[in-house]
């Protein structure tokens, strides 16, 4: 596994690492809405960088793609695990199996904040319940907005969550998921050139140029966040204790 440890203890805050995860081939978006989209190269670099060969991998991303990386990695894995954040098991002999668990957080633009939060504290747990001490959680979370350009950004939320569950925060991760050209992060929204005759009557010609821009933005996000937690071991507290880690 490579991991970059840096001296955390000025800024407080974890690595930052960059990966390229754009999908080399199409990839279907996942089944059901308002599920966050996980590329393929994603999920195997989790898999890869945080478990070794027979490891256990608990996917709660709703797309078992992380289970489908974890199968052909060789290691074993967990998509509906045998109990939920409803139904928490008692004793941590039974459910502290996981060697990595990976979840998505969606940005749920139509739920208030204090409901968000406490949905979001309730995944968290049950992700840090199952997964065995000194294991990794990672959380992919997006950005969304709301229908007045509000930001939505779960981030602060899960930052708050995986501290009241005692985890430390690993590292932060930026998966580019747009692929990267000459010209910068791919589009593939149209843009109207020049001469365009808004006279006419053209459906899906393409738009404005500087509504195109602000669209890509917001309908077309190039990265995914990635939080990654480590469950501290028995006898440790939650405060870090490695270089290149920091509190939750």
């Known amino acids: 596994m490579t991991h970059t440890?840096?001296?955390?203890s000025r800024t407080g805050r974890p690595p930052l690492?960059?990966?390229l995860c754009a999908p080399t081939v199409h990839q279907p978006p996942p089944p059901g809405g308002g599920l966050v989209p996980v590329p393929r190269r994603l999920a195997r670099r989790l898999v890869v960088e945080y478990t070794r060969p027979g490891g256990v991998v608990?996917?709660?991303?709703?797309t078992s793609l992380v289970a489908e990386q974890a199968a052909a990695a060789g290691r074993f894995y967990e998509v509906d695990p045998p109990t939920s954040p409803h139904q928490p098991a008692h004793g941590e002999s039974e459910v502290a199996w996981a060697d990595l668990t990976a979840l998505t957080v969606?940005?749920?633009v139509e739920e208030d904040?204090?409901?968000?939060?406490?949905?979001?504290?309730?995944?968290?747990?049950?992700a840090a319940?199952?997964?065995?001490?000194?294991?990794?959680?990672a959380v992919i979370t997006s950005i969304g907005h709301t229908t007045q350009g509000e930001v939505v950004d779960p981030a602060p939320g899960l930052v708050r969550a995986a501290s009241c569950a005692g985890l430390v925060y690993l590292q932060h991760v930026i998966a580019i998921t747009a692929p990267i050209c000459q010209a910068g992060l791919g589009t593939t929204i149209p843009v109207r050139g020049e001469g365009f005759d808004?006279?006419?009557?053209?459906?899906?010609?393409?738009l404005p140029t500087s509504v195109a821009d602000a669209a890509a933005s917001i309908t077309s996000p190039a990265h995914l966040n990635v939080s990654v937690f480590r469950r501290p071991k028995k006898g440790h507290t939650a405060t870090a204790d490695a270089p290149g880690e920091v509190g939750a």
Do not use: Y
Request: net charge negative.
């Open 198 to 206: 808004p006279d006419e009557e053209e459906v899906g010609a393409g």
């Open 129 to 137: 319940t199952i997964t065995r001490p000194g294991g990794i959680i």
């Open 113 to 126: 904040q204090h409901a968000r939060e406490r949905r979001l504290r309730a995944r968290v747990m049950f």
């Open 58 to 62: 608990a996917d709660l991303t709703g």
């Open 5 to 8: 440890h840096h001296d955390t």
């Open 17 to 19: 690492a960059v990966w």
């Open 106 to 108: 969606s940005a749920e």
